[in-house]
């Protein structure tokens, strides 16, 4: 595993993988309440104009894979969002969204004009629960898994081997024109510039 970045986000949101990717809160998100019941170890935006980003990831430039893992909870379903976003436009890398249906959105690009793969989970996150999520590209198949690490809900194979190359800010809670501001919470996000299988999924999720 080529973990890149982690954000346990329990009030500060500082890289806890060593590599020292630390991002940057623009006005103020809320503490909130994480996946075991603690207070201020989650994140969480009601849609205001909050956000995190750090303007590069080296490791997240240049991919022939990717993983990104955490737990998300969503508060609101009223408005699409983009909670996770790197890249824009003739310069696209990889999206996270969250649609109206309550379904996790992933979205990819090989060539940086558009998004080849765009795939969604066939589960409607209800609102105040949280989920385990895993969006996750191998090199030939994209991949959207929800609580089962072991089966994913959707899969493409519309791009092989690179995406697309960009030095972008990473963005989690907005995309990357700052709107469509999370109406969500995250509690542990992980990036990794590499796939991963499922026990290693389940045992990143264990933690």
Do not use: W
């Not at 508060?75 to 909670?83: E, F, G, I, K, R």
């Not at 969250?98 to 979205?107: A, D, E, H, P």
């Not at 590499?194 to 990143?204: D, F, G, K, P, Y």
Request: hydrophobic residues 40%; charged residues 15%; negative net charge.
């Amino acid at each position: 595993m080529a973990l890149q970045a982690e954000y346990k986000l329990n009030t500060v949101f500082t890289d806890s993988s060593g590599n020292g990717y630390d991002l940057t809160e623009t006005g103020t998100m809320t503490d909130d309440t994480g996946f075991l019941g603690g207070a201020n170890s989650a994140v969480s935006n009601n849609g205001g104009a909050n956000y995190l980003s750090i303007a590069s990831i080296a490791g997240l430039d240049a991919l022939s894979a990717l993983t990104i893992i955490g737990r998300i909870r969503l508060d609101s379903v009223a408005a699409l969002t983009v909670p996770i976003t790197k890249g824009s436009g003739s310069d696209l890398q990889f999206a996270m969204l969250v649609l109206t249906s309550g379904k996790i959105q992933f979205r990819l690009s090989a060539n940086g004009t558009s998004y080849a793969v765009v795939i969604a989970s066939t589960t409607a996150l209800s609102t105040g629960t949280y989920y385990d999520f895993c969006l996750e590209y191998d090199g030939t198949t994209a991949s959207v898994f929800i609580d089962d690490m072991a089966t994913a809900e959707a899969t493409s194979t519309a791009i092989s081997g690179s995406l697309h190359t960009g030095t972008n800010t990473l963005y989690v809670g907005v995309n990357v024109t700052l709107v469509s501001n999370m109406n969500q919470a995250f509690d542990d996000l992980r990036f990794y510039n590499s796939a991963l299988n499922q026990t290693e999924r389940e045992a990143v999720l264990a933690l």
